[in-house]
């Protein structure tokens, strides 16, 4: 998988892990967790017991790509910013250790749109001996750690080009050896000139072009601060994962790879600096080594040793017994992704290259039933229907449309018109080990039957799928497959359009192995709508810029959208104010409390 | 596999003088008794295995009349009912008198799939079987009855055979091929041929030394000849004991890499894909994993049984000689 | 005839024309010797040790005569008979069957002479494949020479149990339905199927009630009238072979020790170790038994895989002397025997000699090994 769909990897690693990858598609649906919002009054103390089924990658925030990881950074890491646990308000940009979000207005955007300057919350505090204040020269060194040599951050591609001078510092940065002296003395000698401490607690980024989307995209927590300290490890090792420095309201206590997490309150901690985390709880205690069904039956009982998931979520099979009984405490919240989707392959040999025709595309839009789909992959609670590039939760996919409603007649006829009255033969690749890759094709398979397309599968070991088939240009020119099964999500939420469009749509430069336009489709007219978009000025504009260029793409049908999968999370009864994130899938451990008579365990 | 031909060609007519002859009761008693007929009286007293051979016929009914359970429900194996056999939300439906098996997460007939997927593990299993019989018996007689530097060759040749991590290779090798019919039957055949040859192998080394292996040679017999006329018929109770009970292995394993997704390609009906797939439900779908895994079972277990009868009857003294 | 005729050539003993029936003879084995190598249980002599199994025998068999060989188990009987009907390579020597010198034909230059050597085998349970039928079994030399179609083999088949005494209706039988007597016949039918010149018959009672032998016995000599047979009568029991035999072969740890017409050899024995047989044999009338002198061979027969110096009789013989442990003796005549009657000893029995009354006459080290074969086996050396 490449690097860029790693929040999407992210998602599929918790769906291997668990049993059933159908629950990693979902539906905004009802939503049954109503109980966020509690009517009780909260109370603190506590141990918050989180169960899971596995590990984060890694406790960095620089580094960490996953929404696994960022339940645990959420509680020892602040960001300069974070999609705080308020509802409604989940996907949008809120300060966490930024003072206030930057405008034009209040001078924090520059009049050109290319220069933010950010200050920085007063007694937000490392917790070092004495306890020290979080500085604009932590956050430029955390910024420029995300390219370290070792193991630098899976999403860097959103913004290699954007931040002034951010490519040649990792290029640099790239020949430096792989030691920890090594590694801080780089990154104390070189600058890197989009990223300055002006003073103590103000830091300035500089863009090459005004992005209307940049503060969302600084809610990843690959921005947020790094502690001198933590040049004295190299990123992603061992040892720094079990020397981690805090700034958040718990510190980790102890951490034992694939089998537990434990945390507790951070004295250098002072809630005043934090409007993100209420942190009720006294302690966190994460166990990794369970199973999804366990974990499930475990929060039913209500016992006080079991109250949110951590990695894991609610199986599918359960689901609609859960919302048939109005279970309280079942949320099925929204994600930011298109998973999966079926991508043409537009520039397959076969069939008298056949799928470069946009009609025959078309047509292929026309026979495929997204219903079916959606009802083989769990049904739309937890699948809402997508017929275009973006989900609702990204700024331009608000409005909703489908060109291609299922319609066999018209599939004929389009085929009919594209020279092909009676149908063809077309590979479809696929993970038979995935089992909604799987279950996708063989409905496909006899979907395209009714119209004449016969569908042959072209097994992939999941190993492979990626690195051998998909990220591989010359395999998609050979005609290896025609049409496959793939999945993207955001690295952020709220106005993240381009984080789809560059990577999936945007003609030669996302073309694969960078990008992930694994069809290689390329028009001009759907470069020129997403150039347009990108550099949209406001925010307002890029809605509607983006919105178009959905339209553009998807007139083109270069893929066929299916779903934009839910995520069903479930917490014990005694957990109140759980608000579902969706950058962490999850309910923010940082804002639940836990009934006074549970608090144990 | 080459059944000595005078023996069975006598049997029958060993039938016919019986009821031709004069007497028939003297008919009988000129007639020898061959150890088949022996064996097979034998094994028509082993209640255990009488049925279990009539579960092996069903089974095989079932595979050959797979089409008919299509006619008689009206439902193809590999068609999806979304309407009537999956709930909105894609959960597979249990058994109703529209699908007496319940449907899989699919909406596909598991009593039709169950029936398709007969033919799967029987055909594997016979042919993967006798692929490796022939194999082993083979190289089982040239080991056993040449001796010497051959002997010493193949017999290493068998040992590394069966010392190969089997499921493994055939795991690597069916991710490498992408699985099919062909390569499933052909691995599997070709990894289970050793314990066949170990097994002639052995026997034949004492054959071999018998007198009348001496007789025919002082006949003049040819090594051919010996080997498939004098020898391979006393080596044929182990064999057809080893048989029967390597089929119900072979399913197994055909079976086991269906369940790791590298059996017959999707939306092929596969006993072991079936299990993989209803897995995932068994909390809330039994029957999608009950049915496949019974068929399963009930075909692995009758082919055990009857190996054992078989055994029993045919060769007593062969306790050991599978372990 | 006289002693002075003796051997014409010294180890090759070739009959002088006049004591046989005047044929040339069928056959003739001159210094036949089969050594096995042997899998050594010592570390260090791994594959240099040999079991010499026969050693250097030279024989002579006239058409129409049967020739009795005995000896105790293990002295190499059958091996020889495999030599004869070259089941066995030949380590030395050489085989000439009917003027042809067969000790080198390969397997298919031996095809055709199959049919003129058969072999009854002394097991009628082993020498039978118990997975086919009678009749397959008797008709397998039709098969394999590709003789007469099927329906006619079937013919022939039934005729060749009738005349071993078989009931032809039990054709279709497979040998577990047969007594032992039985299965012999039908061993002595797949014998006589292609109407062989010679039949070596390797203990082909041994196995059996002696009821039966008399039978089986007797169904060899009619066999042997009718077919004009000649026959290799291989047994341990001087009793048996004196019945059917006309000459006597006796052999001892792979030689032939001594060589005599039936009943000379039982009545003037010069061989110590024919003496020994003789004396063991059960005699019908009390009186006798008691008056004859009994020797009782001391000691297990020597390992021939590291036969004993000289004569190989030596470590158990009553009458052994110095020169027995150095000097091999060639079968000669002894005193006044006639040409056919050959003893190989170096102090042959005269006719009245009571051997009871001798005690070997070797040196200490040499009596004290004499009833111990051990330090003459090499199994009790070390290495
Ligand atoms: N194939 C063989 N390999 C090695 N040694 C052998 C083989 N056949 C026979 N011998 C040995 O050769 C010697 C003579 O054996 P042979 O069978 O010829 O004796 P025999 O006189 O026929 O004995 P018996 O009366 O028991 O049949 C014995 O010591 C035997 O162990
Ligand atoms: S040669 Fe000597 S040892 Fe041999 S038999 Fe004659 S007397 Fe005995
Ligand atoms: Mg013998």
Redesign the pocket.
Known sequence: MSRRSSRLAGIATLCTIGLALTACSGTVAPTPGASSTSAATAVTGGTLNMLGTGDVTYLDPNISYYSIDQIVLRMFSRALFTNPAVEGKTTTAAPDLATELPTTANGGISADGKTYTIKLRQGAKWDTTPARQVTAADVVRGVKRTCNPVQPFGGIPDFQDLIVGYASFCAGFAKVGPTAPEIAAYMDKTDLPGVVAKDDSTVSFVLTHPAAFFVDMLTMPCFSPAPVEINKYVPGSPDGATHTISDGPYKIDSYVATKSINLSRNPAWDAASDPIRKAYVDKIVINETLTQDSVQQQLETGTASADMEFDSFTPASQIPGLVAKGDKNLNIGPSSSSNPYVVFNTVSPNNNKALANVKVRQALSFAINRDNLIQVMGGPQLNQPLSQVLPPVIVGGESKFDLYPYNVAKAKSLLTEAGFPNGFSVKFLYRPTSANSLKGFQTIQQDLSKVGIKVVGVPSPSADFYSKYLTVPSVALRGVWDLSLAGWGADWYGNAALSFFNPLFSGKPSFPPVGSNFGLYDSAAANAAITAAVNAPTQDEAKTLWAAADKQVMADAPFFPITNPQQPDYHAAQVHNTIYVPSMQQFDPTNVWIDKDKQGG | MSVDPTSLETLGEAEGVSSRGPDALEGKAIEGRSPWLLGWQRLRRDRVAMISLGIIVLIMLIAILAPLAAVVTGHQPNEQYRQTGLSPNGLPLGPTSHFWFGTDDLGRDILVRVAFGSRVSLLVGVVSTGIAVVIGVVVGLAAGFFGGIIDTVLARFIDVALTVPFLLVAIALVSITGPSLTITILVIGFFSWASVARIVRGQVLSLREREFVEAARSLGASDPRIMFVDILPNVLAPIIVYTTLLIPVVIVVEATLAYLGLGLPPPTADWGGMINDGQKYYTTAWWFIIFPGAALLMTTLAFNLFGDGVRDAFDPRSDQLLQ | MNASDGPSTPGAVVLPPEVSTGDAPLLRLEHVSKA?P?QSSKLFTRGHEF?H?VDDVSLEVRPGETLGLV?E???????LARCIARLYDLTSGSINFAGTDISHLSRRQMRPLRSEIQMIF?DPYGSLNPRRRVGSIIGDPFAIHGIDSRTERKKKVQDLMERVGLNPEHYNRFPADFSGGQRQRIGTARALALRPRMVICD?PVSALDVSVQAQIINMLKDLQDDFGLTYIFIS?DLSVVRHVSDRIAVMYLGHIVEVAPAAELFEKARHPYTRALLSALPVADPDAADNRERILLVGEIPS?TNPPSGCRFHTRCPKARADCVQTDPELETAFDDGVAHLTACLHPLAIDEDMSLSRPQIDDSEIAAAPDPGPSDSTGDTP
Request: hydrophobic share 25%; glycine share 18%.
């Open positions: 096995f042997v079991v199994a000896g188990t293990g002295c190499g009987k059958s091996t002394q203990e341990h021939p």
